[in-house]
């Protein structure tokens, strides 16, 4: 088994392969955790910012359903999360636009607890602006889900499915880790005037 390290590592060169970018053209750090279940092989998945694909990439880690069980019976499912990042070019940044991650080689065979390769997303993170699992949204066929989540990840269960993370207020941090919002200075008028 590789360790954590190793599997960033190699999930970051990956993702940056895939996604085109170069180290002048990047600029802006995609990052998701993420947690999977294996059956018959590992889940893959896309991301997308906005309609913009971002990369891909293949868990090497998911729980093997057939020989461990589900996700969520897991005594520490955290045992299974990995990380992955992506560089996206400066042009290809959208301050309000949403981060989506699809599950793309969905498998399910209905036998004992389930046969099934599924994805759980952690968190989301667009350059250092993190949202969490619970303020993602579940999407089918780009319609609102109810959801339960499962062991504090959000899943996505099938290839019609969407994980979403919406901009905060005032939309993304741009790569240099400034937002749209304005500060305006206090006028403290002249001494004497």
């Not at 301050?95 to 046969?115: Q, S």
Request: hydrophobic residues 40%; glycine residues 8%; proline residues 7%.
């Amino acid at each position: 088994m590789k360790t954590f390290l190793s599997i960033a590592a190699t999930a970051c060169f990956a993702a940056i392969q895939l996604s085109g970018a170069t180290a002048d053209s990047a600029g802006t750090r995609v990052t998701v955790q993420i947690a999977g279940e294996a059956f018959e092989g590992q889940p893959e998945f896309e991301i997308r910012f906005g309609d913009q694909l971002v990369g891909s990439g293949t868990l090497t880690n998911g729980i093997d359903t057939v020989s461990e069980g589900r996700l969520f019976f897991s005594p520490d499912p955290d045992e299974y999360l990995e990380t992955f990042e992506f560089m996206v070019p400066n042009r290809d940044f959208q301050r309000n636009a949403p981060i989506t991650v699809h599950l793309t080689n969905d498998r399910f065979k209905e036998e004992a607890w389930g046969r099934d390769r599924n994805i759980f997303i952690r968190s989301i993170t667009v350059n250092g602006a993190k949202v969490f699992s619970r303020n993602l949204q579940l999407e089918a066929d780009a319609k609102p889900v109810k959801v339960d989540y499962q062991a504090g990840f959000l899943p996505v269960y099938r290839q019609n499915q969407r994980a979403v993370a919406q901009p905060p207020a005032g939309g993304w941090p741009s790569p240099d880790g400034r937002t749209s919002r304005l500060t305006v200075q206090p006028h403290i008028p002249a001494a004497g005037g």
